[in-house]
């Protein structure tokens, strides 16, 4: 008996089920090629609305579109009437004798799609993750993670990513096709690190903010609502960011601090070789950490100067050259407190900086202080005006008195006020005047009574503030200073001296003005000693006549004491010279010379430098290198004794080989008598280079820092190390602290320190002359030198001196050669960055420096527009898969059909 065929018999009822089938997926298919097309049409995710698709379909935006449109409709269209097709046959089928049978395969094929539902279900909350990048680049470290994971579930932790589309802030706004890719790439990695987070339990919120999505603005309320805050840091974002929230406190995280964009790596070659896009991981423990750190203190910073105009808090609209707001801002939108520290008081009472006095005001107390002597001004002020009023009105009185009495008695009145012959004729102009000059002193005394008035409500607001006037009643200025530095992580001190020494004949603040007390200076050094790191931005200390002769503050031989020599020349450079002779040529404006700074240089050839190093390869990632062109900065050296005790170059910056250091930067003017009577004014003196050497190859400064002679010079310095022994022993050293002096011996190969010991010897002798002061000091060398050109002594360090050897806790120090380089309302980025790295590393935030230690990623970049990048992200995330089900689905329906 032939077997039975099983097959179904094919009729033209299955070959017309069969085509319907086919064509509804066809149709199925054709609508997900056409819905892939139509999204890449209208990035990133199409425009769904009825009117735009009917005017895709008419070809109102373009034949692609068009083409997306009806592939689109088609598809649908052919995909319904099979499925109204397969409905109708359904309701037939109902009724047929294989209802049983066709119930119980429908009821397999729910149960076989509920199972499937059930297991993705659950592979949500339990599943693996492996990571399979190279070194595990995106995995935490064990102890990382347990740490994170003992983190308090009832006080979670929100992490927002922001995208604003902006990945370098105020360094590179413009963006590029590296800056894109830069930030689509790291965009995906971000998001790949903060799956770790959301796998560590409900403690971790994780929320991505993208400020070019629909409806940013809404979540973004919803998100900050009750957390001000976290809102404010999110406002003050300069570039993309990831912030870290909890308790009322938020960290913030830049994308650049996680994944950094080379440039210089990426550029392609000129035979296009190199294509890639290379990023610098920058550790995902940075990531972590940063979480773990939403708890901390905010470094605290406080910015040392010696008048209210020079604070970080002072108006913009007043004292622009003064102030140092654009720092405070710099520090505060990057996780910095910062705090003003005012060092001198009684300048409205001052008559000579000898009047003014020690301090340690914030700018609350300094304004008080402030205030004081505006109100002392104004009632001053006002007591004059009443005086001259009431002179005139006397005179007045005195005139009306005698008005009807004859000639001769009215002129014996007037001449006793105007002491000299006075004619009858002159009478109506003497009344006049007197009429006029009542009217502007009854004017005067008016404004001066109202001036008077508003000082005095002013000082009546400020009194109000109770911590100020109780803090300013405290007399001890060194107790006062020392508390306030207590719990201070960073203490700066910008000296504003000389801001452009081609334009006026002196310095904006005189150096002297900077100078502090004995007793500040040894709470500064109590403060260093302790560990604790400063920044020092000292500008040049040169008047119209050189330095001054009577040498460096306290606070300068302290940084002398820690191996850093400061020059007392001001650098000046070629193109300056040339602005200058061009004035000198009656162009005002400079007659069009160029007068460019060489931009810094960053980094030395003697080794690796935190600062330096942080600062070139965050210039690796924007267009062009960080440049800042400084002017008027003064030479900071580094001894050759310390130098070794530094475990990288402590000399990080470096001006351009075309300048020299001039003792008198400034163009000198004197007014002169000419021929024909009139005054003028005439040039005396202009600065120009003279190489001292071969000016004079017997002068005490030949081969010494203070020869003048041509650049590169360093104007930045950074020394980590102990401070000298000595500081630790003040009790034995009292007596030379108290005047120390220091001198350049030509014919010794160091600097020595010298001192003042109280007795005869302590005065310089004449040229020449050396004297060595011992008196029960055998630690302390004094060596007086005054030689030819020798205008000043300048400080510097004992080279073998015991009492300078380095002991106790290392500290970080950074001195910079100019006292404007962070000053100003706004700092430019160049500016922000060098500060940012430069307070990172002094106060031990190592890991928020950049880094290249780590393998770099490189991508291969493709060239694509848009469209085509859409294309191919579609194309094989929906259509490649429903192709394939496709094709399996007519081979299953062809076999049935056989």
Same mark, same amino acid.
């Given at each position: +008996?032939? @077997?039975?065929?099983?097959?179904?018999?094919?009729?033209?009822?299955?070959?017309?089920?069969?085509?319907?089938?086919?064509?509804?997926?066809?149709?199925?298919?054709?609508?997900?090629?056409?819905?892939?097309?139509?999204?890449?049409?209208?990035?990133?995710?199409?425009?769904?609305?009825?009117?735009?698709?009917?005017?895709?379909?008419?070809?109102?935006?373009?034949?692609?579109?068009?083409?997306?449109?009806?592939?689109?409709?088609?598809?649908?269209?052919?995909?319904?009437?099979?499925?109204?097709?397969?409905?109708?046959?359904?309701?037939?089928?109902?009724?047929?004798?294989?209802?049983?049978?066709?119930?119980?395969?429908?009821?397999?094929?729910?149960?076989?799609?509920?199972?499937?539902?059930?297991?993705?279900?659950?592979?949500?909350?339990?599943?693996?993750?492996?990571?399979?990048?190279?070194?595990?680049?995106?995995?935490?470290?064990?102890?990382?993670?347990?740490?994170?994971?003992?983190?308090?579930?009832?006080?979670?932790?929100?992490?927002?990513?922001?995208?604003?589309?902006?990945?370098?802030?105020?360094?590179?706004?413009?963006?590029?096709?590296?800056?894109?890719?830069?930030?689509?790439?790291?965009?995906?990695?971000?998001?790949?690190?903060?799956?770790?987070?959301?796998?560590?339990?409900?403690?971790?919120?994780?929320?991505?903010?993208?400020?070019?999505?629909?409806?940013?603005?809404?979540?973004?309320?919803?998100?900050?609502?009750?957390?001000?805050?976290?809102?404010?840091?999110?406002?003050?974002?300069?570039?993309?960011?990831?912030?870290?929230?909890?308790?009322?406190?938020?960290?913030?995280?830049?994308?650049?601090?996680?994944?950094?964009?080379?440039?210089?790596?990426?550029?392609?070659?000129?035979?296009?070789?190199?294509?890639?896009?290379?990023?610098?991981?920058?550790?995902?423990?940075?990531?972590?950490?940063?979480?773990?750190?939403?708890?901390?203190?905010?470094?605290?910073?406080?910015?040392?100067?010696?008048?209210?105009?020079?604070?970080?808090?002072?108006?913009?609209?007043?004292?622009?050259?003064?102030?140092?707001?654009?720092?405070?801002?710099?520090?505060?939108?990057?996780?910095?407190?910062?705090?003003?520290?005012?060092?001198?008081?009684?300048?409205?009472?001052?008559?000579?900086? #000898?009047?003014?006095?020690?301090?340690?005001?914030?700018?609350?107390?300094?304004?008080? #202080?402030?205030?004081?002597?505006?109100?002392?001004?104004?009632?001053?002020?006002?007591?004059?005006?009443?005086?001259?009023?009431?002179?005139?009105?006397?005179?007045?009185?005195?005139?009306?008195?005698?008005?009807?009495?004859?000639?001769?008695?009215?002129?014996?009145?007037?001449?006793?006020?105007?002491?000299? @012959?006075?004619?009858?004729?002159?009478?109506?102009?003497?009344?006049?005047?007197?009429?006029?000059?009542?009217?502007?002193?009854?004017?005067?005394?008016?404004?001066?009574?109202?001036?008077?008035?508003?000082?005095?409500?002013?000082?009546?607001?400020?009194?109000?503030?109770?911590?100020?006037?109780?803090?300013?009643?405290?007399?001890?200025?060194?107790?006062?200073?020392?508390?306030?530095?207590?719990?201070?992580?960073?203490?700066?001190?910008?000296?504003?001296?000389?801001?452009?020494?081609?334009?006026?004949?002196?310095?904006?603040?005189?150096?002297?003005?900077?100078?502090?007390?004995?007793?500040?200076?040894?709470?500064?050094?109590?403060? +260093?000693?302790?560990?604790?790191?400063?920044?020092?931005?000292?500008?040049?200390?040169?008047?119209?006549?050189?330095?001054?002769?009577?040498?460096?503050?306290?606070?300068?031989?302290?940084?002398?004491?820690?191996?850093?020599?400061?020059?007392?020349?001001?650098?000046?450079?070629?193109?300056?010279?040339?602005?200058?002779?061009?004035?000198?040529?009656?162009?005002?404006?400079?007659?069009?010379?160029?007068?460019?700074?060489?931009?810094?240089?960053?980094?030395?050839?003697?080794?690796?430098?935190?600062?330096?190093?942080?600062?070139?390869?965050?210039?690796?990632?924007?267009?062009?290198?960080?440049?800042?062109?400084?002017?008027?900065?003064?030479?900071?050296?580094?001894?050759?004794?310390?130098?070794?005790?530094?475990?990288?170059?402590?000399?990080?910056?470096?001006?351009?080989?075309?300048?020299?250091?001039?003792?008198?930067?400034?163009?000198?003017?004197?007014?002169?008598?000419?021929?024909?009577?009139?005054?003028?004014?005439?040039?005396?003196?202009?600065?120009?280079?003279?190489?001292?050497?071969?000016?004079?190859?017997?002068?005490?400064?030949?081969?010494?820092?203070?020869?003048?002679?041509?650049?590169?010079?360093?104007?930045?310095?950074?020394?980590?190390?102990?401070?000298?022994?000595?500081?630790?022993?003040?009790?034995?050293?009292?007596?030379?602290r108290a005047a120390a002096l220091a001198v350049a011996d030509p014919g010794f190969s160091g600097l020595v320190a010298a001192a003042v010991v109280g007795s005869e010897a302590d005065q310089p002798k004449g040229k020449g002359n050396r004297l060595l002061v011992a008196d029960g000091l055998p630690r302390v060398a004094a060596l007086f030198a005054a030689g030819p050109g020798l205008g000043q002594v300048v400080a510097a360090v004992g080279v073998n001196d015991e009492a300078n050897r380095p002991a106790g806790k290392a500290g970080r120090l950074v001195v910079l050669g100019s006292g404007n380089l962070f000053g100003g309302p706004r700092l430019d980025p160049a500016q922000e960055k060098l500060l940012l790295h430069t307070a990172n590393w002094l106060t031990g935030r190592d890991d928020r420096l950049p880094r290249a230690d780590l393998p770099a990623w490189q991508f291969p970049r493709v060239g694509m527009s848009e469209q085509d990048f859409y294309l191919w992200r579609y194309g094989t995330a929906a259509v490649l898969p429903l192709g394939v089900v496709f094709l399996g689905l007519v081979a299953t329906m062809v076999r049935r059909l056989r």
């Open positions: +008996m032939p @077997p039975t065929d099983t097959r179904h018999r094919t009729t033209w009822g299955t070959r017309f089920r069969f085509l319907v089938r086919a064509a509804g997926l066809a149709g199925v298919f054709a609508a997900a090629v056409g819905a892939a097309l139509y999204a890449a049409a209208f990035p990133p995710f199409g425009a769904w609305d009825l009117p735009t698709l009917r005017a895709a379909a008419d070809g109102g935006h373009g034949s692609f579109a068009r083409a997306a449109a009806l592939t689109l409709g088609g598809g649908a269209v052919a995909a319904v009437l099979a499925l109204a097709v397969e409905l109708l046959g359904g309701l037939f089928l109902l009724t047929g004798r294989r209802t049983a049978t066709n119930t119980f395969t429908a009821v397999g094929v729910a149960a076989a799609v509920a199972l499937l539902v059930f297991v993705n279900a659950y592979s949500f909350t339990h599943h693996a993750r492996y990571d399979l990048t190279r070194d595990r680049k995106l995995t935490l470290p064990a102890d990382l993670a347990d740490r994170l994971r003992a983190l308090r579930p009832d006080s979670p932790t929100t992490i927002v990513v922001l995208q604003s589309h902006n990945l370098f802030g105020t360094l590179q706004k413009k963006r590029d096709s590296f800056t894109k890719a830069a930030e689509d790439k790291v965009t995906e990695k971000v998001k790949d690190l903060v799956d770790l987070f959301r796998e560590l339990g409900p403690r971790f919120r994780v929320e991505v903010l993208d400020t070019e999505a629909y409806g940013n603005k809404r979540r973004l309320a919803a998100l900050t609502a009750g957390a001000p805050e976290l809102k404010a840091a999110i406002d003050a974002a300069p570039e993309d960011s990831i912030f870290f929230h909890a308790n009322g406190r938020v960290q913030r995280l830049s994308f650049n601090e996680f994944l950094q964009l080379d440039r210089t790596a990426s550029e392609p070659t000129e035979d296009g070789e190199r294509d890639n896009l290379v990023l610098l991981p920058q550790g995902v423990e940075r990531f972590a950490r940063r979480v773990l750190a939403v708890q901390e203190r905010r470094p605290k910073v406080a910015v040392c100067v010696v008048h209210e105009l020079l604070t970080t808090a002072y108006p913009e609209g007043r004292g622009k050259t003064y102030t140092t707001a654009g720092l405070k801002d710099a520090l505060t939108a990057h996780g910095f407190d910062v705090v003003d520290i005012v060092l001198k008081r009684n300048w409205g009472a001052a008559r000579s900086l #000898d009047d003014l006095k020690p301090a340690a005001d914030t700018r609350a107390e300094s304004a008080l #202080d402030r205030l004081d002597g505006e109100l002392a001004a104004a009632a001053i002020k006002s007591s004059r005006a009443r005086r001259q009023q009431k002179a005139l009105e006397d005179r007045k009185a005195a005139f009306d008195k005698v008005k009807d009495q004859p000639w001769e008695k009215r002129r014996a009145v007037y001449e006793t006020y105007y002491r000299g @012959p006075v004619t009858e004729a002159d009478e109506a102009d003497i009344l006049d005047n007197l009429a006029r000059g009542t009217r502007q002193a009854e004017q005067m005394a008016k404004e001066a009574a109202d001036e008077r008035k508003t000082a005095a409500a002013k000082l009546e607001e400020a009194l109000r503030d109770e911590r100020s006037t109780e803090d300013r009643r405290v007399a001890d200025a060194r107790a006062k200073f020392a508390q306030k530095l207590a719990d201070v992580d960073l203490v700066i001190v910008p000296r504003l001296t000389v801001e452009d020494a081609t334009e006026g004949e002196g310095p904006v603040v005189e150096a002297a003005i900077h100078g502090l007390r004995r007793e500040q200076a040894e709470v500064l050094r109590d403060y +260093m000693a302790s560990g604790k790191p400063v920044l020092a931005c000292l500008g040049p200390v040169s008047g119209p006549d050189g330095p001054a002769n009577d040498g460096p503050d306290e606070f300068e031989r302290l940084l002398t004491e820690r191996g850093v020599e400061l020059g007392r020349e001001t650098i000046l450079f070629d193109g300056e010279a040339r602005a200058i002779a061009a004035r000198l040529g009656g162009d005002q404006f400079g007659g069009g010379v160029p007068t460019d700074i060489p931009p810094l240089a960053l980094g030395s050839a003697a080794g690796p430098n935190p600062v330096a190093d942080a600062a070139r390869l965050t210039g690796r990632g924007v267009e062009r290198a960080l440049v800042l062109r400084p002017r008027a900065m003064r030479p900071v050296y580094v001894h050759e004794a310390w130098k070794g005790r530094t475990p990288f170059a402590a000399e990080f910056a470096f001006t351009a080989a075309e300048a020299w250091n001039e003792e008198q930067p400034f163009l000198q003017t004197d007014l002169r008598p000419t021929t024909g009577g009139r005054v003028v004014r005439a040039v005396t003196y202009v600065p120009q280079f003279e190489d001292t050497e071969k000016q004079n190859p017997k002068d005490p400064r030949v081969g010494t820092n203070r020869a003048e002679r041509r650049g590169p010079f360093p104007v930045g310095v950074a020394v980590e190390a102990a401070p000298p022994a000595h500081w630790a022993d003040q009790a034995d050293l009292a007596p030379a």
